[in-house]
């Protein structure tokens, strides 16, 4: 690095510059991403729990609910069940339009005829309920809308269409070609039809609502809406202060002790009752003069309930999300959105703060109480701004941009300021295993320096054609060509929890369950070899493309005890293992040379854990140099995904040749290892033992030949 270029990323001025640019940067595709506007909208719910109970909604608007208790009172005392027949809501309409209620909101679509029943007939109450809304003169019906998908079965006629116009500004367009719309009897008979279309945020939460649709041409209003069109328009206009879909202001929980006045609806149907009967009423007529009465259903058996940012405290009903968004339109309770050019000027002033002050107080603790004082002060601004004001900040891009620029600042400082301290580790962790470096410096009292015996897996690799490779390249094109090799083994390596513990050469050998134990160091060092394999196996096939010289890994696994510690003299000292598990991890890598293969393993390797991911193929039976005891040795073949009945064919029929041969069947086994070859021509254990057996055949072994193979070198 040149004087000039390490001044420059040691400025502070150009740091703090470049943590800003790219705290920003980082934290608006974190905002746009969906993870970030589900956050952002989980944020907006916090302000509206924060603000909940700060306005009251309009009183002129009470919710009659189909509750669990009226579809038990029914049932209870009368054997009616659910669906109940239209006469009860024509009489409810009765009453409430004798009560003088100023609009009648049925959240209800109202699309089957009626059952006949054994004390009526559902034509006759059906004409009853038309009659109703019709003389009521301001009930309004519901709606609602979907898109015709083939083979679906048609939906409802639709022949009633609002005559007002709206200016609202449309961020998005609705269009549908299907409805489920209530009986024709009844949409001539109301005053107009609305729609109950939700529109669901990407968490699933409804916190808008469209307030135009398209409908085959026809222009449609959303159920609230469409009554305040309706009633208040004129007198009050809105449509240049909102937009479609309309984010509705919550004013707190839902349901009967929640804001709004809630009426049972039995309660109001026996207060008919009895008012025909010349009796008291249980609820005067007179509480819904004037009011709005929005009718829906709020019990769980009618599944009407609706995800809100106040379900968490209860039930939110459908229906009250029309009645919450009729009272926003009557006291203006609008919710301004900041424009996202200034949540920009906002973000970027506030990460330059965070950007100059982390540079520029190199104490990490005035920093860190600078960057978290600078996020309660915008959180209570925030916050105050939507409570009093109802103006929205979002705050995923700011607070991201303060957080994001923060902790880049801290890690460029610490890159720069520490480097001093770290250039004393990086030499240190030149002697030592940089994951033991960590451990001295958290707990020296772990480590046995001194040496301690361990259970864990060893791995060997080494570059066969290496020789070619380095008489093909120049001095500068081999060190690329290492350098490059050796990093994606180390990649790889430590992706598996692998510690390199030295490079030999072309070779290097690693450590699994070491320095830190792991019970699944056999798989992981199997996972480990395998995949890196496959790598070398594609940058193989790459240079074979370029006409550069082929090359492949070897490498050898082997599991058991073995001695850990600090090895060495006095003035360099190295923290590895040693011990037979180490010494035939090191005879297996140099093995696959001799039976044709890439990667092998010892029988203490391919445990259970292995082979139930892992196809293995039994290569032999073998005796190495110097031990008496003979070992099993394994080819990793594939993962248990990959297999294929040709590769699985493969290994069923070598190793059937392998048992005829330990048997002495030699021309069994001759045939099976053809048939093998048949298979995968260049299987080089196969050709092999074909060798081995015509030797046999001519030269048959000793009586006592227990089919062990004895390697006699290394």
Request: hydrophobic share 40%.
């Amino acid at each position: 690095m040149s004087p000039s270029l390490k001044k420059l990323l040691f400025a502070k001025q150009f740091r703090s510059v470049v943590s800003a640019v790219v705290g920003i940067t980082a934290a608006y595709f974190i905002a746009a991403s969906t993870l970030g506007k589900v956050v952002e909208l989980n944020a907006l719910d916090i302000q509206f729990r924060i603000a909940q109970n700060s306005r009251q909604p309009d009183t002129n608007i009470v919710i009659l609910t189909i509750d669990q208790n009226s579809l038990q009172y029914f049932k209870r005392t009368a054997k009616i069940s659910w669906p109940w027949s239209r006469d009860f809501y024509a009489l409810t309409t009765d009453y409430l339009t004798a009560a003088g209620a100023k609009a009648v909101v049925y959240d209800f679509q109202f699309t089957e005829p009626d059952e006949d029943r054994a004390n009526s007939v559902g034509a006759y109450n059906d004409s009853l309920f038309a009659a109703a809304i019709r003389s009521a003169g301001n009930v309004y019906l519901a709606a609602i809308l979907t898109k015709q998908e083939e083979e679906d079965q048609p939906g409802d006629p639709l022949v009633k269409f609002p005559s007002i116009e709206s200016l609202v500004t449309e961020t998005h367009r609705f269009e549908f070609d299907k409805s489920y719309s209530p009986l024709v009897q009844f949409q001539e008979a109301a005053t107009s039809i609305g729609v109950v279309n939700f529109v669901p945020d990407e968490d699933g939460v409804c916190r808008r609502i469209a307030l135009q649709y398209s409908y085959h041409g026809n222009r449609l209003f959303a159920l609230s809406y469409n009554v305040y069109k309706d009633l208040f328009d004129k007198s009050h206009p809105i449509d240049t202060k909102i937009e479609s879909p309309y984010l509705i202001y919550w004013y707190g929980k839902g349901g009967p002790d929640g804001v709004f006045k809630y009426y049972s609806i039995h309660s109001v149907i026996v207060s008919a009752f009895k008012e025909q009967a010349g009796m008291e009423p249980d609820v005067p007529a007179s509480i819904f003069k004037d009011k709005i009465v929005f009718i829906g259903s709020n019990a769980p058996s009618l599944f009407d309930l609706k995800n809100t940012p106040f379900t968490y405290l209860e039930p939110y009903p459908g229906v009250e999300i029309h009645a919450t968004a009729m009272s926003n339109y009557l006291k203006n309770d609008f919710i301004r959105e900041v424009p996202f050019v200034w949540i920009f000027v906002l973000s970027l002033l506030l990460a330059a703060c965070i950007a100059f002050s982390s540079n520029f107080y190199e104490n990490i603790v005035v920093s860190t109480g600078i960057m978290l004082s600078i996020s309660a002060v915008l959180f209570v601004i925030v916050t105050q701004l939507f409570l009093r004001e109802l103006i929205w900040v979002q705050t995923v891009f700011p607070l991201f941009s303060i957080v994001l620029t923060y902790v880049i600042s801290i890690g460029w400082n610490f890159a720069t300021e520490g480097r001093n301290k770290r250039q004393i580790q990086r030499i240190f962790g030149q002697f030592v295993n940089p994951h033991v470096v960590k451990q001295l410096s958290a707990d020296p009292e772990r480590v046995e320096l001194g040496g301690e015996e361990v259970e864990a897996s060893i791995m060997f690799s080494d570059i066969e054609g290496f020789t070619s490779i380095s008489e093909s390249k120049k001095p500068k094109e081999l060190v690329a060509f290492l350098n490059n090799y050796f990093s994606t083994a180390n990649d790889i390596f430590f992706k598996h929890d692998g510690t390199i513990d030295k490079f030999i050469g072309d070779a290097v050998m690693v450590q699994f369950g070491i320095p830190l134990k792991n019970p699944n160091h056999r798989l992981l060092a199997t996972r480990a070899a395998y995949e890196f394999s496959r790598v070398v196996f594609e940058m193989t096939k790459e240079a074979r493309e370029k006409g550069e010289p082929v090359f492949s890994t070897r490498i050898g696994i082997n599991s058991g005890s073995m001695v850990v510690g600090y090895i060495g003299g006095r003035s360099k000292k190295e923290y590895t293992v040693i011990g037979d598990t180490v010494n035939l991890a090191s005879r297996l890598e140099g093995v696959n040379k001799y039976y044709g293969t890439s990667l092998m393993i010892s029988e203490s390797t391919a445990t259970e854990q292995v082979t139930d991911e892992f196809l293995l193929r039994e290569i032999d039976i073998m005796r190495v140099k110097g031990k008496k005891l003979p070992i099993k040795i394994f080819e990793v073949v594939c993962t248990r995904v990959e297999i294929t009945e040709q590769r699985l064919k493969m290994v069923q029929t070598f190793e059937a040749g392998v048992k005829l041969y330990r048997e002495q069947h030699w021309n069994d086994a001759i045939s099976m290892f053809k048939t093998v070859l048949n298979q995968k021509s260049d299987d080089f254990a196969s050709s092999m033992y074909i060798e081995r057996c015509e030797v046999f055949r001519k030269h048959p072994p000793p009586n006592n030949w227990d089919g062990v193979y004895v390697m006699t070198s290394k």
